[in-house]
């Protein structure tokens, strides 16, 4: 009895184990199922997504995903990657799958709806229950939901002005508005056509920098408003330029310009001129100047008020017989300058000429180095510093077997004298 009641002991223990592992292990597993949001306008289209991520196999389960019909109109829906088999199917506001996996992660099912609000959000809940394995054992699960923005178009811009006028260093401030009110994206951006005229902060605010016109355009949604803004400089004076030397011949006439101050006044203007004395020089009403006779003029110019001052001297006219003397002189001195580069050419063909008939060496030189002008003066230098160089490489040439044959001469001569003394006391020996 004792060993029956043991083994039942034993058994019991072992099945507690076993549940407490089984409850482990199936709470210790993550199976999560999620849908994807997503964005769109009102009458627009949007799909979604019911993912499983799990870390065990699941073959059976149940997921419905429910929507508020208010807000969004069932369009169709499509099982995913991630079954194997089963059905999917619609209750009103419910969309329910029930069926088998053949993975452990992917896509269950794909639902598409069509937007009815205006702007906000429309919500997606998910619930799931049943997830079994193979061996029938349920996992419990979590199932997070998700929603889809509403984004409302802008239809419109507008601006509190059209145009501005506006003084050099001046301000003006725009303000925009949007349409609708409710707008997703209501956020007004602000830019200006030529900054060196005006520029305008983020806020709206125009500053007026330099005399002309440029467009400020407001900017949100993808619609736009524009301002026109003028920037009126007030002129504050005129000057005239012509010739540096502020001189002009008897006869001859020369062109005045006129130009405000300053450079970007805007005021309109018109200019006229007078002589202070027309018997010296006469001033046109476009500015142009003649000299009548030597002396001096005051040329006034008037323009808005303003009057500047551009004194003028007339200088003598150049007669025809001294711009034809002129000329005699200029050609005897050019005649005079071709006769004495002939007459050096001459000198310099003649020297050469005596070079290639006095020397074979040279004329190689001047053949193949030049022969005109300062080449030649070059030429003959280096013809003089060849000729040292020859005569160096000839006289070490020469000096060598010359050397060696006096050497010998004399060895020679020391030789047989020595022979004829041997030759003398063996004699006088005997």
Do not use: H
Not at 14 to 37: H, P, Q, R
Request: one cysteine or more; hydrophobic letters at 35%.
């Amino acid at each position: 009895m004792r060993r029956i009641y043991k083994a039942a002991a034993v058994s019991t223990v072992m099945a507690i184990i076993m549940s407490v592992l089984f409850a482990f292990s199936a709470s210790a597993a993550s199976v999560k199922y999620s849908v994807t949001g997503a964005s769109g306008t009102k009458g627009s289209t949007v799909t979604v997504s019911v993912k499983l991520s799990s870390d065990v196999q699941i073959w059976g389960a149940n997921v419905s995903l429910s929507f508020n019909s208010n807000e969004l109109a069932f369009v169709s829906s499509a099982k995913g990657g991630l079954v194997s088999g089963g059905s999917l199917n619609r209750s009103g506001s419910r969309i329910n799958f029930s069926g088998m996996y053949n993975g452990k992660s992917g896509t269950v099912f794909t639902a598409t709806f069509k937007i009815l609000k205006d702007s906000g959000t429309a919500s997606l809940s998910l619930s799931s229950t049943e997830n079994t394995d193979e061996n029938g054992k349920t996992y419990s699960c979590t199932a997070s939901g998700a929603s889809i923005t509403v984004t409302k178009p802008v239809s419109g811009i507008s601006l509190n002005t059209g145009s501005v006028t506006l003084s050099k260093g001046g301000t003006a401030q725009l303000t925009a508005t949007v349409t609708p009110s409710d707008a997703t994206n209501r956020t007004v951006k602000y830019s200006s056509s030529n900054t060196r005229v005006a520029t305008v902060s983020s806020s709206g605010k125009i500053t007026a920098v330099g005399g002309g016109t440029a467009k400020i355009t407001a900017t949100a949604g993808g619609r736009s408003a524009v301002c026109n803004v003028k920037v009126n400089v007030k002129q504050t004076g005129i000057t005239v330029s012509g010739a540096k030397d502020r001189t002009v011949g008897e006869g001859s006439s020369l062109k005045l310009s006129v130009a405000k101050v300053p450079s970007d006044a805007t005021d309109s203007y018109a200019v006229s001129w007078s002589s202070s004395d027309t018997s010296v020089a006469t001033v046109s009403s476009n500015g142009t100047v003649t000299g009548v006779k030597i002396g001096s003029a005051a040329i006034t110019a008037k323009s808005n008020g303003w009057t500047t001052v551009y004194n003028i001297t007339v200088t003598e006219k150049t007669s025809e017989s001294e711009s034809e003397s002129l000329s005699e002189d200029t050609t005897a001195e050019s005649l005079a300058s071709e006769s004495t580069s002939a007459e050096s050419t001459a000198a310099v063909a003649s020297a050469d000429n005596n070079v290639k008939k006095s020397n074979p060496i040279k004329r190689v030189f001047n053949a193949i180095f030049g022969k005109d002008g300062e080449e030649q003066k070059t030429v003959t230098k280096g013809y003089y510093y060849a000729m040292l160089v020859l005569v160096g490489v000839i006289t070490a040439l020469v000096s060598v077997p010359v050397t060696a044959l006096v050497t010998s001469s004399i060895c020679k001569n020391k030789y047989k004298k020595k022979n004829d003394e041997d030759n003398l006391f063996n004699q006088n020996r005997e």
